[in-house]
């Protein structure tokens, strides 16, 4: 294994670094304290410099206008990115484009990519991913009761959906809906891409996270499909192959996911330890002087390294191996760099006492939102069920001494 960052890579993560110093973290206050679609179109001014940089769609391929950055190249820039939550979105990589456009590019068909992946490159639209729903659990998603319906040369897509995130002032839906009832579990769903200006897609409310409801491009939506109807070549990839391609998706995904955590560990730790060596506790010292304070920074510097280089790890094994190949490190980094991401946050923000519950500083923000890391893409304690089994069954019939 070789981590060393290439020069033009090295090259890359430090303008990026720049532009996030210089021009998306001074956007922060306005970030948490205004509706984000007010920000639009700053932040489409700040796209636009992004572009003229040639720093545009990191991840997304060549040809439709990416720069086609390979997973543990992306995984790099998203450590960088991380650090601020406009970053992704100006850089035209954001959560959930980014995974959608894998599957588009994979699966999609010529006019589905022309139609949808390559404007979202573009960032002329925007889409989202529906799959989790109010009434069954998206800890085992065979359950769900989505279903489409054929009917002539349509389907008829009826179901309950939440936490579709980003789809409000989204294009389209890519959602997951139950076509083959009687097949085999994992083959009974498919994704179908939905417009949302269809008939029949409701948005029905962003849904309060942590108490904020949010706005555009930062909310998490919940949606009513009545009676919605879409042309049955809107089918993305084969028919029941909905969680063989969800599988491709959350791959690449959970490596993204996981350095933009390790951002906010870093960007968490370089506010702990500034406000620790700044904050006069007595006469004659600051925090830092605490031996507790001390005991924290060490072990957040320990957990941050170690998730950095899991995290690398896993990457590397999946770009050389397959996804196939690299799902046990997968499901550990997701949720020990969850868990990392946690007890730092929580340190820094104990550090900041009551300023850290202020949205003075950005800790509050990414302690509400990214409390999440531990339910989101698989919880925590799904993966580590199938690490310890996997890890079991090898064990099963050996002698050990
Ligand atoms: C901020 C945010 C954004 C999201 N964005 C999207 C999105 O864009 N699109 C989308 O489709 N979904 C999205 N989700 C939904 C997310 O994928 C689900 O919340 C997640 O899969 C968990 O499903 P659930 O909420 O139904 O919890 P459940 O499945 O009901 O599980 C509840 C809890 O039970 C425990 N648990 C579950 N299974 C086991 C087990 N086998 N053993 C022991 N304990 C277990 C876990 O602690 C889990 O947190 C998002 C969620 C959040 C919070």
Redesign the pocket.
Known sequence: MDFAISEKMQVIIDMMREFVEKELIPMEPDFLTRPFSELLPELEEKRRMVRKMELWAPPHPREYGGMGLDVVEFGLASEVLGRCPLAHYVFGCQ??DAGNNEILHKYGSQEQKELYLRPVVEGKIRG??????VD??????VMLTTTAVKDGTDYVINGQ?W????ADGAGFAIV?AVTNPEADPHYRASMIIVPTDTPGFNLVRNIP?MGHAGSDWAS?AEILYQSCRVPQTNLLGPEGHGFVIAQQRLGPGRIHHCMRWIAICNRAFDLMCSRALTRPIGPDETLSNKQIVQSWIADSAAGIQAARLMVLHAAWKMQNLGVKEAREEISLIKFFVANVLQQVLDRALQVHGGLGMTDDTILAYFFR?ER?A?????????HQ?SVARRILREYQGKRVS
């Open positions: 959560f959930p989202c991913f529906s799959m989790t729903e069954t659990p998206g800890s085992n998603p959906k936490y579709t995130t980003s997951m996270v998490h939102h999440a531990r339910i989101l893409d698989g919880a925590d304690e799904v069920m």
